[in-house]
């Protein structure tokens, strides 16, 4: 079974801290994945990666940045929190052009 | 880049009734199209997937189709169950090792009994 752990499962900061997210598969999976998921907006894109040290933007990396220098950990890192980065974010990897698995996500609240 | 559509974005069912999602996507180049299940506080899970050289592809009660030509692909739930309640998603995805996942906004199923 793929196993997909994140860092924490509830995590509150406040305005203006560098928060860091950290996810780790077990399956020797390439591809992995950072979304964030609000209501009504579904699963966001922030940033992939397709190999050690590789990483490309998703479609909303403002205020974010990555960080993958082993192939079973990637990290997020949100460099200044602010407020409207409160979310649930959701860690994925991949092998190949097949299914995601997901983590159990991590509930950032920023005061 | 890709865009996907996904309606309806709530959908209430009797229980033993049937329930169908719609997504659309823009990219004609995508060629794999999952659908994951997220029930209230879980992580999403794959449920079905279809590849963009089958039509139709059913498992159990759920079944998927897929028109290339209007580029819409569709989540079908015959026979529907409380358990079935929850947020599902659809995905379109460019057919490479490195491609990304486009996700729909997601439909809230609810199942009555």
């Known amino acids: 079974d793929v196993k997909v752990t994140q860092s924490s499962r509830y995590l509150v900061k406040r305005t203006g801290e560098k928060v860091f997210l950290e996810c780790v598969q077990d399956?020797?999976?390439?591809?992995m994945f950072w979304y964030r998921q609000d209501p009504g907006l579904g699963l966001r894109l922030i940033y992939f990666s397709y190999d050690v040290k590789m990483k490309e933007k998703g479609d909303i990396p403002e205020g974010y940045s990555v960080s993958r220098e082993k192939k079973e950990r990637f990290s997020l890192i949100l460099e200044s929190a602010s407020t409207n980065q409160t979310s649930m974010y959701l860690c994925?990897?991949?092998?190949?052009?097949?299914?995601?698995?997901f983590g159990p996500g991590t509930r950032l609240t920023v005061l | 880049g890709e865009n996907v559509e996904q309606h309806p974005s709530t959908l209430s069912v009797q229980e033993g009734d049937s329930a169908v999602i719609k997504c659309t996507y823009s990219?004609?180049?995508?060629?794999?199209f999952p659908w994951y299940k997220q029930e209230l506080g879980k992580r999403p899970q794959l449920i079905i997937d279809i590849r963009s050289n089958v039509g139709e592809k059913k498992d159990q009660r759920i079944a998927v189709t897929l028109n290339k030509t209007a580029k819409h692909f569709s989540l079908h739930i015959t026979e529907t169950q409380p358990e079935d309640s929850a947020v599902y998603f659809c995905a379109a995805s460019i057919g490479t090792n490195a491609g990304k996942s486009t996700f729909g906004d997601g439909t809230t199923l609810t199942v009555k009994p």
């Open positions: 399956m020797d999976h390439e591809n």
């Open positions: 994925a990897s991949r092998v190949g052009r097949n299914e995601q698995f």
């Open positions: 990219d004609s180049a995508s060629n794999y």
